[in-house]
């Protein structure tokens, strides 16, 4: 197990990639306490599911874009599992739209969860894990950040904005044992995609070399071996997990 | 007490690599001693280690001298012992 005692904190942890990071943390033997917003049915049986898997698995409700919130949060898991070695900032949305039909709205929202959240947490992180000298952090991008998608102005903002946060913090807590670094993946089969109209599916899907979508599987084993020591001496980078899709 | 003060004095004195003599009461942190928020930090912690108390990163603004610094950790350890008695 490569987790063994060590404690993670997800964002975004019901569905999806987030899920699919809950999971494998809960294998590798780390105690998991994951954030979701609405859905806590779902938020309830990954619990249930996990739960013996691992250390301690716990679910929390809040909205990653409120500060306080995620202070109380990073807070709370101290208290409650004795410490924090792992942030996977994964909390994200779309509200996909062509920038003429864009709202204010849409643009801030997006910007605000996405990016916002992943400040508000990584803020409230970053002192335990400097205090400490150790900690590692993986931010989920996409290849969206990377080569833009269209009607996905406010999201590719906001994925690209992760890069750029990514490596500076890499650069500014590298002397204090602690790596950053973030997982962009492409069209992956979750929610997020399956929202997709059938024809536009067809369409990326002749843009992939590896002609297929991937699963929220394929992230994970990306995240786990960042965190893992075989990735010990990687921090900044953006490992990209898309079947090829935005190769340069 | 005086023990405390000679203590904190040393302990920053090595986190910011200087003689112990250069870290007066009085002397700014920041601005006469080159000390950065990452130094700050470190201070804070090995105070934190060395004593075992546990003082909130809201007072991490107010450790901008010697003597402010013993008086916030002064004010910890009192609370600590505080809560044994």
Sequence with gaps: ?248 | MQNVEEEIKNLIAEIIEKDPAQVTPEAKFFEDLGVDSMMALEILAAIEKKYKISIPEEKLAQLTTLAKTIEVAKEYLAQKQGSNA
Excluded: C, H
């Excluded at chain 1, 903002?157 to 950053?180: D, H, M, P, Q």
């Excluded at chain 1, 843009?207 to 010990?232: H, M, N, Q, T, Y």
């Design chain 1, 1 to 248: 197990m490569l987790f063994k005692d060590k404690v993670a904190v997800v964002t975004g942890g019901t569905r999806g990639i987030g899920r699919a990071i809950v999971i494998m943390l809960a294998r590798e033997g780390a105690s998991v306490a994951f954030t979701y917003l609405k859905s806590t049915p779902d938020a309830e049986a990954l619990v249930k599911e996990i739960t013996g898997s691992s250390g301690k698995v716990k679910a929390f409700q809040i909205d990653v874009r409120d500060y306080e919130k995620a202070k109380g949060l990073i807070e709370k898991v101290k208290e409650e599992f004795g410490r924090l070695d792992i942030l996977v900032n994964n909390a994200g949305i779309t509200k996909d739209k062509a920038l003429m039909m864009m709202a204010k709205e849409d643009w801030q929202d997006v910007i605000d969860t996405n990016l916002g959240g992943l400040f508000n947490l990584s803020r409230n992180a970053i002192v335990t894990f400097l205090k400490q000298k150790s900690g590692n952090i993986i931010n989920i991008s996409s290849v969206s950040g990377i080569i833009g998608l269209s009607r996905q102005a406010n999201y590719a903002a906001s994925k690209a904005g992760i890069i750029g946060f990514t490596k500076a913090l890499a650069r500014e807590v590298g002397a204090y044992n602690i790596r950053v670094n973030a997982v962009a993946p492409g069209f992956i089969e979750t929610d997020m995609v399956a929202g997709l109209k059938e024809e536009y599916r067809v369409e990326i899907k002749k843009r992939i070399p590896l002609e297929r979508f991937g699963k929220a599987e394929d992230v994970a084993a990306a995240v786990k071996f960042l965190l893992s020591d075989k990735a010990g001496y990687i921090t900044g980078q953006t490992l990209v997990v898309d079947g090829g899709m935005a190769i340069l």
